[in-house]
T-cell receptor
């Protein structure tokens, strides 16, 4: 089992460029999440999904879009990158709702927008 | 709304000394509480969680936390710090009514002094 994997690990974008971050899990988990981590801010939820074909907004969804076309994949898109989106992005998944089932995190993607 | 406050963004303890990381929560309903650890350049992993039942919860690597409803606290302790405990620790809260999401605190970085 690879667990939760994230692609790419690092990326530098120029303002206005677009990109997609890929999260994949091989644990047959229903729930998947995208967080961003900024110094002194902890983890903030961007979007999440409670099953294939579903998505929902989290705490800081503006400027991001997501898709969950396949159960094992959760994509995070930046249509027009801004310097404020410079951050470390973490994907997580869980078998069902987190209080009962543990969230498993990926290793992160470090994104810099210049 | 739920929230978590972690007291101290940085805590330093000597190797072999007691580790105490403080977490206070706010929740209008019985909470589920978590501690996660993040080692450098890695994702988060679950240390321990409280859902119901025994208020003293034991986790991995010798850590434990006690749920105190009267104090709205869930402090993390370890009797004797080890160099390998140096990491960032996140307290988090969820509840039975909104159990799709976990709200994270801003984190406490633990430094171990030789």
């Amino acid at each position: 089992n690879a667990g939760v994997t994230q692609t790419p690990k690092f990326r530098v974008l120029k303002t206005g460029q677009s990109m997609t971050l890929l999260c994949a899990q091989d644990m047959n988990h229903e729930y998947m999440y995208w967080y961003r981590q900024d110094p002194g801010m902890g983890l903030r939820l961007i979007h999440y999904s409670v099953g294939e074909g579903t998505t929902a907004k989290g705490e800081v969804p503006d400027g991001y879009n997501v898709s969950r076309l396949k159960k094992q994949n959760f994509l995070l898109g930046l249509e027009s990158a801004a310097p404020s989106q410079t951050s470390v992005y973490f994907c997580a998944s869980s078998y069902a709702s987190p209080p009962t089932y543990e969230q498993y995190f990926g290793p992160g993607t470090r994104l810099t927008v210049t | 709304a739920q929230s978590v406050t972690q007291l101290g963004s940085h805590v330093s303890v000597s190797e072999g000394a007691l580790v105490l990381l403080r977490c206070n929560y706010s929740s209008s309903v019985p909470p589920y509480l978590f501690w996660y650890v993040q080692y450098p350049n890695q994702g988060l992993q679950l240390l321990l969680k409280y859902t119901t039942g025994a208020t003293l919860v034991k986790g991995i690597n010798g850590f434990e936390a006690e749920f105190k409803k009267s104090e709205t606290s869930f402090h993390l302790t370890k009797p004797s710090a080890h160099m390998s405990d140096a990491a960032e620790y996140f307290c988090a809260v969820s509840d039975m009514n909104r159990d799709d999401k976990i709200i994270f605190g801003k984190g406490t970085r633990l430094h171990i002094l030789p």
